[in-house]
């Protein structure tokens, strides 16, 4: 295989990238941007080399344990389950909550063959049962997928003693975190209910 | 920048990809396809390293001259332009032409800064003035910018003595030869008119 063929087939990887838009990429980087080719191959080998899952928290991290673990302004009594970095981001956003995080990293998608064994669930329990977690709140889309997920690891805590809340169904049914508007996210962080 | 923050910015050097898909990108390729995003990393390299334009028809290749070239087979004594190398794929599809090629790496296109010093016609006005060819073919598209660059080039090619045609507008007016059916580019090849 040529390597113009090999780099085509390379960019497949990507989300939503077909075979004519992969060659489209080709041509565009080793005719417009190369400069910006070298960078992308550069980025994503130190990416794969560098960063790794928080040992608490389990997002993305440079470090063992990412820097808002090891926040002490935060209430460690407090655990938020999202799904992905990006949900963890507008919960930031909305200043309304000041505990901690796990980031699932996905949501359980018989579809698309992710159970609650490979979302890894007993990296969470261990977290969510290390004896400071006072309450876990469910924060997952409120799609089909993400209401799955929270029924089962609302149940799994529960059976281990822990107070667990799912946020308030303020965002709209089969919408996303990602995509709604932040006051309708913080409103429905306060009117959280027991699960 | 965290890593993570320089690899969402290379990424968007692919032409289509706005912030948010390159997020999903990230996540996709650190969480889902840590092995497809290093064969991507080095695929990436590999290319950049070793693809060079051919000294003849200007393709990609990772030779000095392409074998397309080399191969005396062809007909050396007819030359056909086009914008890119899937066209010049989509004229070896058709089976209709057995000449050689000059592929331009693109088209007249004010509106993004390309003009006839940015298409380095120079390269084409040597090849096609070597002494053996005896006829250039435009089969650049029929969009306005193809057709620009068809104008442009067979008057350039013209005023130094060579016989210019183009392929007939059996093409839909608009129209991508990537797009189009093989027939339909056939006939359009079959009907070249004098230019």
Redesign the interface.
């Known amino acids: 295989m ?3 063929d ?2 085509t ?3 497949r ?4 990238v077909g075979p004519k ?1 992969a ?9 417009r ?2 400069e ?13 080399a ?2 790794r899952h928080c040992g608490r928290c389990n997002n ?1 991290t ?1 470090a063992e344990i990412c820097e808002r673990c090891l926040n002490l302004a935060r209430d460690a009594s407090q655990l938020c389950v999202v799904e ?3 949900d963890l981001a507008v919960m930031e956003s909305t200043h309304a909550y000041r505990g901690l995080y796990y980031v699932l ?2 949501r359980i998608s018989p579809l698309d063959g992710i159970g609650p064994r490979e979302l890894k669930l007993d990296k969470l329990i261990a977290r969510a049962t290390d004896g400071t977690v006072q309450e876990v709140i469910l924060a997952t889309n409120f799609t089909n997928e993400g209401e799955a997920t929270a029924h089962y690891v609302g149940e799994m805590l529960r059976t281990r003693g822990l107070k667990v809340s799912r946020i308030a169904r303020g965002v709209p049914v089969g919408g996303e975190l990602e995509h709604t508007d932040l006051g309708t996210v913080a409103q429905a962080f306060v009117e959280r209910r027991g699960w």
Chains 1, 2 share one sequence.
Request: glycine share 6%; proline share 4%; aromatic share 4%.
């Open positions: 040529s390597l113009l090999s780099l087939e390379a960019l990887v990507l989300p939503g838009s060659q489209r990429m080709v041509y565009h980087l080793l005719q941007n190369r910006g080719a070298a960078r992308l191959s550069a980025a994503l080998a130190s990416a794969l560098d960063i993305f440079e992905m970095p990006s990293m996905g």
